[in-house]
């Protein structure tokens, strides 16, 4: 069955630390890895990877997936109060047909 | 102008009634999903439609019946709302096969 696993589950951390998400995930015939980030209402996208080893970045946020090992990161530096969010991991695959399948995400919490 | 719009934005109902939640998508993709969202977060898929034709229709009881009258629109009708049924209900777009999946802001139902 496929799946997508995220972890931890819930963090804490102050404004300036450093956080790193992780999403593993079991897919047939994966096809790409999207990073969302979810405040009160919609996901917002953040990232798509389709290959392993090359990094995506976006200011303070930046990405990489291994598709050897089935996983990816998403690392937050320099973190503020307005990172507090969760983070949705999604891996795309087809059995069949395609289909999104989404990770529970990483509650996040910055304090100031 | 909003890419995906559903409306509404929030239901309250009583248990056993019917209600229906419309999703347009203004991107000009061929495949529109359905998702939804429980209290921990967690994102299923329910239904996708690819140029009108249901494409995923994952376990959901048959209470639950979209409609897809062309390809920018796809409708959600539940009947018979049981207490189970409250979460925020997602729409979402995407080309196919699938890049980045665009969301709706969501739609709160609640049971009582």
């Known amino acids: 069955e496929d799946k997508v696993v995220q972890s931890p589950l819930s963090l804490v951390v102050h404004e300036g630390d450093t956080v790193t998400l992780n999403c593993s995930y079991e897919?047939?015939?994966?096809?790409?890895l999207l990073w969302y980030k979810q405040e009160k209402k919609a996901p917002t996208f953040l990232f798509m990877l389709t290959s392993s080893g090359i990094e995506k970045k976006s200011g303070r946020l930046s990405s990489i997936l291994d598709k050897k090992e089935l996983f990816s990161i998403l690392n937050i530096t320099a973190t503020q109060t307005g990172d507090s969010a969760i983070y949705l991991c999604a891996a795309t695959g087809t059995s069949g047909t395609y289909k999104y399948i989404f990770g529970t995400g990483t509650r996040l919490k910055v304090l100031a | 102008d909003t890419a995906v719009s559903q409306t509404p934005k929030y239901l309250v109902t009583q248990m056993g009634n019917d209600k229906s939640i419309k999703c347009e998508q203004n991107l000009g993709h061929d495949t529109m999903y359905w998702y939804k969202q429980d209290s921990k977060k967690f994102l299923k898929i329910m239904f996708s439609y690819n140029n009108k034709e249901l494409i995923i229709n994952e376990t959901v009881p048959n209470r639950f019946s979209p409609k897809s009258p062309d390809k920018a629109h796809l409708n959600l009708h539940i009947n018979s709302l049981e207490l189970g049924d409250s979460a925020v209900y997602f729409c979402?777009?995407?080309?196919?096969?699938?890049?980045?999946?665009?969301f709706g802001e969501g739609s709160r139902l609640t049971v009582l």
């Open positions: 979402a777009s995407s080309h196919y096969p699938p890049g980045e999946l665009f």
């Open positions: 897919v047939t015939n994966f096809r790409s």
